[in-house]
């Protein structure tokens, strides 16, 4: 009773879990929840949910094939469950599918709108025909349970044989352009797994894994419900599998050999590495269990074999499913917890409803005993709360949606912030300005650095001038660098987030709130930041006043810094190359740009470069020099 | 009567004029640094880049336009199509996010809207509103220094073989989009190496579309091969069913 309990309980706690972070998905988008990035436009939910739940699904058309179409009577007891296991394979990745796909509500899309030369069109109808033809495989069982509905049950009945072929045709299809779809990326899928024959070595696989995720969890559900395991059954599985992981191995070796990949084989990446353990966990090693007998009938060797078999191939299908292009895209991906809880969270929903059918329908030549209903069982007593639970069924209704509720409130209070909000801007700590005489600055990230004399900065600016440059500190960061304000090289750059502050999901401000009544709404019109943010003076920052929301652009800024001084040292000095732009810039810039860039003149998209008062800096230097006079002194 | 774009990385300077220019004709808005985005100055808000490379070498980024076009073949939707003339273009109604485009394409163009609820992919659509009514995009036509102009393919690339002819020696003897998997409507003229524009240094001529047309035509015989397979393995299992059942019965007959 605690075995089956406990378990329930965990899975609610994934799933609520689950709930509340995919509410935060819909309403916030993929890139609040996901690492995703334009390199790696697939992660985990593609790779685990779709890729290796369709692999997994796949006990039900190897089953239904032994069973109705080789005749193999023994082993029908494996036969409900593994078509079960398919049904709710195909509901799980649909539903990952809803929470990968941008677009989740157009999924229809598909019906009316046709590409026959696009794999993922073949795989789509699959999903959806297949799906239909499971429903109408399983449902006699369910409806078994119902006398008023016999009728229809009978009528199924007497189609299944066609279904069962159906289920098993679609399914070929859809196991290999699974494959299919990636033939379309030779140049970023690696050669390791890139092949032409990428649909056979799936179905190949699909087919192994279909065998032993039947074995596995016939295992499992019977340790779950304590019940005597089916040892000789699953021996019979094992014994098919080598033979399947046979030729699977024979047709990887000749295709590796073929394209003379060997040496990338054992050329010591980490691709290579990858690729080693996954051939040993998901053939080799599996491939020696079920091939010694005595092995074979051991049940802890029948745990492992199958295990490594299920691990082996999802694994597969993260590698081929974009985890191996990360070194041609040249990209890092790490999936978010947040992706990883949702993964689970569909598992652990699948999960739950095949636990529920096998205790409430004829799934089962012996239906397990539903342990929460026993009538001898006594009323739940929580003693530490002195509470009675109600009956045991409303007990255990009791603690699941607690834990449900639990979970899901867990989960809304750990979104995270940043991510609700920011929305991934990117995150550049800043160390504290330290007054060494020079900087380099890379401000633009594009590693073009410029030298930059901070001191005489300090110096001439001022000592209280820090925020100039080190201007307001914008939410949720300590220190900014130049161009989280000056996004842009060449254009004012707008940080208030109008859309963010007006959204309900966001800041929720009503119009007037901010725009004064009966004024036409303009930012002019409207309140300061400071008026509602007491902590942003923006008094302090000089260039930033005199356009109330934008922030100047960067090239702007670090101009305005620059080059007044500049000018003021080439008249001192008379080196007149002082102003060119090589003076500071270490690469080179175009003669011509140069030449256009005489600050008399300026290009339209290198707007308002506004040169500051000469004469005042004049001041302003003189002052410095003196107050330096006075340090020497 | 495909239209294309050939750019000289020999004559840019680098101004980003066409970078403003696009942004104001697609309407898109102005952008900031995101985790997601890549380090070519693409993104969702910016169809077309400048990539700087040491030795004063401004590249252009921008989609390629291939004339046989992989994510044109990957939409499961048609939602990418290919122009007659020569832009590939995006029908966001059709659209149903999958992303599929984005894992196609050798050269990494389209990207994603991570930060919208509603997201769409964005790239490069040639100006196809323009195009159409016989203009050239907003990027050629501004562009101070005719480094990127705007025509007929095969005009075009006349143009690039004879800037190859006339200055011997100033260019890598190549026209960068002329074959490389089946030809691309955004052709180059460079002396630098261009390979790192794709995910690989040699894509070869072999248009994508056809590494997956094989598969796709083998859909239906692998359906009914299989259910043939099938339905004879089921027919000569239950004959030989039927067959030792009898023999069962006759030696069972003969022991009585």
Redesign the interface.
Known sequence: MNRVQNTKIILWLITGFAAAVGLNRFIFGLGATTNLTDSTPWGLWIGFDVMGGVALAAGGFVMTAIFYIMKREEFHPLVKPAVLTAFLGYMAVILGLLFDLGLPWNIWHMIIFWNPHSPLFEVGWCVMLYSAVLLLEFSPVPLEKYSRYAKIRNFLMKFRFVFVLLGIMLSTLHQSSLGSLFLIMPFKLHPLWYSNILPIQFFLSAVALGLMMVAFESLASHWLYKRKPETSLVEKLGKTVVWVLSIYLIVKIIDILAAGEITIVLNGSWESFVFISEIFISIIFPIIIFSVPKMRRNIKAQWIGSFMVVFGMVFNRINVGGLTMLSITGDSYTPSWMEITISLGVVSAAALVFLFVIEHFNIWDLKPQDPESLPHTAPSFDYSSHAWLGTPDAASLTKFSLAFVLSFAVGMALMPEKKLHGKGIEEITVSRASGIERLLINGNKDDNLVEFPHKEHIARLGEDQCAQCHHLTLPRFIENSCWECHTNMYKPVDYFKHNWHASSSGANIKCDNCHVEGVQRESKSAKNCVDCHPKYDFNNARFIGSQKYFAISYTDAFHQLCVSCHFIKADELNKQNLTECKSCHKVKIHDQVAENLKWKTTLPHFNSVILPNIEKEKNQSEMSKDEKENINN | MSKAILTDITKC?????CV?ACKETNNLE?????????NDG??AENWTSII?K?G?HFIRKQCRHCLEP?CV???????LQKTNEGAVVYDSD???????C???C?Y?IP??????????VRKCILCFDKIKNGDQPACTKICP?GATIFGDRNELLKIAHNRIAENPGKYINKVWGENEIGGTSVLYLSDIDLSFL???TH?GNKP??E??????KS?PF???G??GF??G??WI??RR?ELSKNQNEDRGNKDE
């Open positions: 300077i680098g101004c980003l004029k403003s102005m952008d900031v640094p995101r985790i997601w985005q890549k693409l993104s700087q040491p004063n992989a073949t990957a939409c499961p939707v048609g939602a059709k659209c149903l996010g999958c992303r599929y984005m894992m196609a050798p990494g990207r994603y809207d991570w930060d919208q609820s509603v997201p769409y220094e794709s995910y690989n894509l994508l579309p590494t997956t047309e094989p598969a796709m859909v692998a359906f009914v299989m259910g099938m339905l393995l089921n299992i239950r069913m």
